[in-house]
């Protein structure tokens, strides 16, 4: 069975510095995929990035990108430039063939506050 | 794009009631789950719909829990004799039937079973 662990409860960061947010998984698939999701305090999930398991670079998105390191099972998302609306809660999510219907398996996520 | 809405966004409910919540997904998405996330926790499956058939249900779906997609639009999720464990956020999403597409989550609707 596949499982997400994300390690860090809370995480603090002032505004305009970096900030990792870690992820490791499990799996037995070759074939899988990593998506990370933002949640608000309103409760929508915003999807952010994704990371397939034979991407040959690590994926980026404006300020976000994965730091993607197949050997180590690990896919921590790092947030350049972090602002005030960053502040939430961050999941990270895998897919692999073992998932009906391709459905999402979540860590149970880290809330990170961005302080001025 | 009108987004995946889910209704109502609240429901409080009195324990042994039934209730029923309503997803309009992203309408070229085939794809359709429901997911339940409890405080302090991620998201977790429920069960899933490719069109109107309801291809998978995961084992937290009690025989209490029932979910239609009739036609392939719209979905409802029914919890009959509610107990007040079932408080919990109840998620939607839709997506593309593609292995890379993500799931697009509506703003989910929040039971508390009293």
């Known amino acids: 069975a596949q499982k997400i662990t994300q390690t860090q409860p809370g995480m603090f960061v002032q505004e305009k510095e970096a900030v990792t947010l870690d992820c490791t998984y499990d799996?037995?698939?070759?074939?899988?995929?990593l998506f990370w999701y933002k949640q608000p305090s309103s409760g929508e999930m915003i999807f952010l990035i994704y990371?397939?398991?034979?991407?040959?670079q690590n994926a980026t998105e404006g300020r976000y990108s994965l730091n993607f390191q197949k050997a180590r099972k690990s896919a921590n998302l790092v947030i350049s430039a972090s602002q005030l609306g960053d502040s939430a809660m961050y999941f990270c999510?895998?897919?692999?063939?073992?998932?009906?219907?391709?459905?999402?398996?979540f860590g149970k996520g880290t809330s990170l506050l961005v302080t001025p | 794009d009108t987004g995946v809405s889910q209704d109502p966004r609240h429901k409080i409910t009195k324990r042994g009631q039934n209730v029923t919540f309503r997803c309009d997904p992203i309408s070229e998405h085939n794809r359709l789950y429901w997911y339940r996330q409890t405080l302090g926790q991620g998201p977790e499956f429920l069960t899933y719909?490719?069109?109107?058939?309801?291809?998978?249900k995961s084992r937290l779906l009690s025989d209490r829990f029932s979910a239609e997609r009739p036609k392939g639009s719209f979905s409802t999720l029914e919890i009959q004799r509610t107990e007040q464990g079932d408080s919990a956020m109840y998620l939607c999403?839709?997506?593309?039937?593609?292995?890379?597409?993500?799931?697009?989550f509506g703003n989910g609707t929040r039971l508390t079973v009293t």
């Open positions: 719909f490719q069109n109107e058939a309801q291809l998978e």
């Open positions: 999403a839709s997506s593309f039937d593609t292995f890379n597409s993500p799931l697009h």
């Open positions: 999510a895998m897919r692999d063939n073992s998932n009906s219907g391709y459905a999402l398996n």
């Open positions: 990371q397939g398991s034979y991407d040959q």
């Open positions: 799996t037995s698939d070759p074939s899988y995929g």
